[in-house]
């Protein structure tokens, strides 16, 4: 794997630069291939896997540590552990579901920590690549809503009911169900996971290949002449585009936690 920090190593030992006749090694699809770093009973694990071992066992630790001696009056890291807790459970979970959704707060608040973490894994050293932008993360994630989707919608509906929960939208004219009903079929049954793992993966694929590409480039350009004004700019792309990947990378989890939210709310409504 060719990263953001061995083509600028690579620059630098070849004294490539603007001026210097070399061409731009832009970085392409091999900054998201990655050889093997350890093998252990014939699998192999690369960087990506590596990083998302890490994001589980920092999420699992944090809250081990916040919550494993609760207090009345709260410690730092407990504090910190229920303003967490608290944020995903009333502003998402309980927001959209409703009480009933009093039961998945754990989940939901596991799997929005999970992918922050996960997403800020681009801007640690030596990490420096989000998991998310490998579309196998996304994807699990996405299956997991989705199983849990389904399975609520036929135990709460029954298989007719949860057929019509899923294909047959309320006061909506019969004449026009002959469109509808595959459209819906479709959507909730083949899109809706689809959709979910793209939106979670796509941002934050690109987000790391242009904050890459403009890391390269802030070497590649700096030069004692007006290469160096290039390389300034760039440098100062590279430091905007890090400051809103870390707002995306919020927001990429607060997004699926809310979509997920929505999916059980459908699956959890009464049918009309």
Request: charged fraction near 10%; charge should be neutral; aromatic fraction near 16%.
């Amino acid at each position: 794997m060719v990263s953001a920090d061995h083509l600028t190593q690579q620059l630098a030992s070849d004294g490539c630069h603007l001026f210097s006749g070399c061409g731009f090694p832009a970085p392409g699809l091999n900054e998201f291939q990655f050889d093997p770093i350890f093998t252990v009973a014939g699998v192999g694990f690369n960087k990506p896997m590596l990083l998302s071992m890490v994001a589980a066992l920092l999420v699992i630790g944090f809250f081990w540590v916040a919550f494993a001696k609760p207090k009345v009056l709260p410690g730092k890291m407990q504090l910190v552990g229920e303003i967490g807790y608290d944020f995903v459970k009333r502003a998402v979970v309980l927001d959209t579901i409703g009480k009933k959704g009093e039961k998945y707060a754990p989940m939901m608040v596991t799997m929005f920590f999970m992918v922050w973490v996960m997403n800020i894994m681009s801007v640690i050293p030596f990490a420096q690549f989000p998991v998310t932008a490998v579309i196998a993360y996304p994807a699990g994630l996405a299956l997991v809503v989705w199983v849990t989707y389904m399975t609520l919608t036929f135990k709460k509906h029954g298989f007719v009911g949860g057929l019509k929960n899923l294909c047959w939208p309320s006061d909506i004219p019969g004449w026009v169900m002959f469109i509808l009903v595959p459209i819906e079929f479709f959507s909730n049954i083949f899109v809706r996971p689809f959709t979910l793992a793209v939106r979670a993966f796509a941002n934050m694929f690109a987000g790391h290949l242009l904050i890459v590409m403009f890391s390269v480039a802030s070497w590649y350009l700096l030069s004692p002449t007006i290469g160096a004004l290039y390389a300034t700019t760039s440098f100062a792309v590279t430091l905007g585009l890090t400051a809103f990947e870390l707002l995306v990378q919020f927001l990429q989890a607060y997004i699926l936690v809310t979509l997920a939210s929505s999916y059980i709310a459908g699956a959890l409504e009464e049918a009309h």
